[in-house]
């Protein structure tokens, strides 16, 4: 760990959970297959959209949550979610 938050006793723990969930979702993370099949795909659509989405669901669902969700409850969920409750 590097930065203030590994010498800093008041962040150090919330650091060291956050770590540990970030391990878990790279270790379960995917190839980068999705994202050529995709990009293959839109080049291929006459008509593709102006935005798309690829990834865990995990990943890709916090923009949308983060759109209807009020503010305080977003960042309650995302908090435990990334283990900084």
Same mark, same amino acid.
């Given at each position: !760990?590097?930065?203030? =938050? /590994?010498?800093?006793? =008041?962040?150090?723990? /919330?650091?060291?959970? $956050? %770590?540990?969930?970030?391990? %878990? @979702?790279? =270790? +379960? /993370?995917?190839?980068?297959? #999705?994202?050529? *099949?995709?990009?293959?795909?839109?080049?291929? @659509? #006459?008509?593709? *959209?102006?935005?798309?989405?690829? +990834? !865990?669901? +995990? *990943?890709?669902?916090?923009?949308? /949550? %983060? *759109?209807?969700? #009020?503010?305080?409850? $977003?960042?309650?969920?995302?908090?435990?979610?990334? +283990?900084?409750?």
């Amino acid at each position: !760990m590097v930065g203030g =938050a /590994a010498t800093n006793e =008041a962040y150090r723990a /919330a650091l060291e959970r $956050f %770590k540990v969930q970030q391990d %878990k @979702d790279e =270790a +379960g /993370a995917s190839t980068p297959e #999705p994202v050529a *099949q995709l990009v293959e795909r839109i080049l291929r @659509d #006459p008509s593709p *959209q102006l935005r798309y989405s690829v +990834g !865990m669901l +995990g *990943q890709r669902i916090v923009i949308p /949550a %983060k *759109q209807v969700l #009020p503010q305080r409850v $977003f960042e309650w969920v995302l908090s435990r979610v990334l +283990g900084l409750d």
